[in-house]
């Protein structure tokens, strides 16, 4: 199966179609998080993300919107109800299990060798992480209660033991049995991660995961190419993944 990797999209409808178009068919699409602006909120993109039934998670400017500096914005009715339900709801980890991989998606993670990380506390706090099984006709959401129901409150806390390790592992209870999974860095059980943030477009082995960065589609910031668009291609026959490009110019 193909799966379609985004990030960054930051409001740009013209960029998050053509990436669609270019990108070819695809069995999932997944979204790295920053659909849309600190203080500017896009209901096409959003259409688009409920359309292609993409799997989603919160960016810091995603989080700006849904904090208590976003709160003109949201009663400002310029947010569809569908729409800004779906910002409220949206987790800030997935895990994605395809075919015996787990696949887990964060906007930043310190695994990015592009130079995420997680000192964005909006970025990785607060929210639980959500879970998809691929069952070979789409993802289906699976809920993990004592999982889903624990908020992330020390990821990464300073001086607390495991918040740059190997995180706190715990077990949830799942119809084929218990099931170790992380609390505080849930990115290190993973076989491939998925990030975005830095708008730098990458595919590297960190620790036998498969890290990937599709870039951004939204504010180019390479100055050798600063109409560029990135995204990325998971093949998971072969476990590998490709950038896609193209141009376009920057309004």
């Known amino acids: 199966m193909r799966i379609g990797i985004v990030s960054d999209i930051h409001c740009d409808v013209e960029a998050f179609a053509r990436a669609l178009d270019e990108m070819g068919p695809v069995d999932l699409i997944m979204g790295a998080g920053d659909f849309v602006l600190q203080y500017r909120f896009s209901n096409e993109i959003y259409d688009m993300l409920r359309d292609r039934k993409v799997i989603a998670v919160r960016g810091n400017h995603d989080q700006a919107i849904a904090s208590p500096a976003g709160t003109m914005l949201r009663a400002s009715g310029k947010i569809a109800a569908e729409h800004l339900e779906r910002l409220e709801n949206m987790p800030t980890v997935a895990e994605v299990h395809v075919e015996g991989k787990r696949i887990v998606m964060m906007h930043t993670s310190r695994m990015d060798p592009t130079g995420g990380g997680r000192d964005l506390a909006a970025t990785a706090l607060g929210k639980t992480v959500h879970h998809w099984n691929y069952n070979g006709n789409g993802a289906e959401r699976v809920a993990h209660t004592e999982l889903e129901n624990t908020v992330l409150t020390d990821i990464y806390a ?5 918040s740059g390790g190997t995180g706190q592992m715990v077990m949830i209870a799942q119809d084929d049995g218990m099931h170790q999974t992380y609390i505080d860095m849930p990115e290190a059980v ?9 708008h730098q477009p990458s595919i590297s082995v960190e620790k036998n995961t498969l890290v990937i960065n599709p870039g951004s589609l939204g504010q180019p910031r390479n100055p050798a190419y600063p109409h560029r668009r990135t995204y990325a291609i998971l093949d998971t026959d072969s476990w590998s993944a490709e950038i896609g490009e193209f141009e376009q110019a920057v309004y």
Not at 158 to 162: I, L, M, R, S, V
């Open 158 to 162: 300073p001086g607390k033991e495991g």
């Open 190 to 198: 993973a076989e491939i991660l998925i990030v975005g943030h830095t």
